[in-house]
Every structure is written in C-alpha cells, then in structure tokens.
C-alpha cells in the first residue's frame, strides 16, 4: 500500500539556518505529494504540493522537489524564521487516499 | 465564522464516560473527516463521508460511533474509552473526496484517564 515514511526526531535549528526535512515514499502508480504544517494550537495547512515528477512546489521560501527516482520529496528552506516552528507533514495521494508521515515538530531558536 | 472548528478544544473523560466532539465546517464542502493524531504516528484516518454518508471506515474500535446530520456537521461519539485513545482528534473537510486539499480543524486534545 502506499505509505509516507519522514526522517526521526525533531529537529532543532537557529534562526536563518538551512532546514532540510527528509521524506520518501511508496505507492503504486503516480502518486501526488504534499508538505502539509501544523502551527501550534492550530489544525495542518497545505504548504505546497507537486503532482508529477521533477515538478518542485514551494510557497513561502519553501521548495521541495518530485523526484521519482530516488521516491523522495524533501522540504527545504534557506533561512528559517522563528515563526517556521511547527510540525511538519508529508503526504501523498493515490488511489484517491491521502496517506500521511509520522510529522517532524521543528524548532527554530532565536 | 470562517474555516473547520472544532468543539471542545480540550477534554478529560473516564473510561466510563459518555462524551462527543463536534466539528463544524464553514467552507461548503460536501465531504468530512476524522483523523487520530498521535504522537510519533502517522495520522490515522478514522471515517470517511461524502454526502452526509459514510464512504469510509478504517477498522475504528466500535467505541468511536460518528454521525454526519447534513454536509456541515460532523460528530464523534464516545464511550467506553481507552487510556490509548487520548489523541489529538482532527476533523477536515473537502470538495469531493478525489483532491488533494482538505481543510482541517485544530483539533480536541482528548485525555482518557
């Protein structure tokens, strides 16, 4: 079936460090992918997506990249603010289903 | 008001209580979800309904009972609960089931004790 799999642990950073957050998946098919947030006290927002592979999706200084053969869609951004800290989600939809990672809370320090 | 609320925010029951948590959404949409959030799992995604039926259930314990009364209201009954049942509960609601976005609520910080 098709599953989302996201790196371990938080993630803890200064303020305007690069933040990468590693995901991959499997799924049959082609799948569409997404970065959903979840900002503390509040439900997930779709940050960005990508439908198709190569295409990069990226909203608000973040990007991540379709790559189909590596099966990855890792989030980036150069400079991370205070105001970035939140729990981010990978996700996929196939078969009509979104499928969603375990989530890696991030932590940006002044 | 705009968006998916989520009623109550928080909520502490017994084992032996009887509780429900009410999602509401503002948005037009005609699909709406339960989703369990817990820590270090992905999200679980409870039910499923489209058109105030339910589509989809994920082989949820019978002590979680939802009811959707029309396309803006959504509830989860509760009863008989487990200590492993405390969660963050996620209702979200769509256009359709087929895309992508759903708009989710903040959630109920359910603590069973």
């Avoid at chain 1, 790196?7 to 991959?24: D, R, W």
């Avoid at chain 2, 200590?83 to 256009?95: H, I, K, N, R, V």
Wanted: neutral net charge.
């Amino acid at each position: 079936g098709n599953s989302v799999t996201q790196m371990e642990g938080p993630v803890t950073l200064s303020e305007e460090a690069f933040l990468t957050i590693n995901c991959t998946y499997t799924a049959t098919g082609y799948p569409s992918l997404f970065w959903y947030v979840q900002y503390p006290g509040e439900g997930l927002q779709l940050l960005l997506k990508a439908t198709k592979a190569d295409d990069k999706g990226s909203n608000k200084g973040f990007e991540a990249t379709y790559r189909k053969e590596t099966t990855s869609f890792h989030l980036e951004k150069g400079s991370v603010q205070v105001s970035d800290s939140a729990v981010y989600f990978c996700a996929l939809r196939g078969n009509n289903r979104l499928a969603f990672g375990k989530g890696n809370q991030v932590v940006v320090i002044p | 008001e705009t968006g998916v609320t989520q009623t109550p925010r928080h909520l502490v029951m017994g084992m032996t209580n009887k509780k429900s948590l009410k999602c509401e959404q503002h948005l037009g949409h005609n699909a709406m979800y339960w989703y369990k959030q817990s820590a270090k799992k992905p999200l679980e995604l409870m039910f499923v309904y489209s058109l105030e039926e339910r589509v989809e259930n994920n082989s949820v314990p019978s002590r979680f009972s939802p009811e959707c009364p029309n396309s803006s209201h959504l509830f989860l009954h509760l009863h008989t609960l487990q200590p492993e049942d405390s969660a963050l509960y996620l209702c979200a609601s769509s256009q359709g089931t087929s895309g992508p976005l759903q708009y989710f609520g903040p959630g109920t910080r359910l603590t069973v004790t």
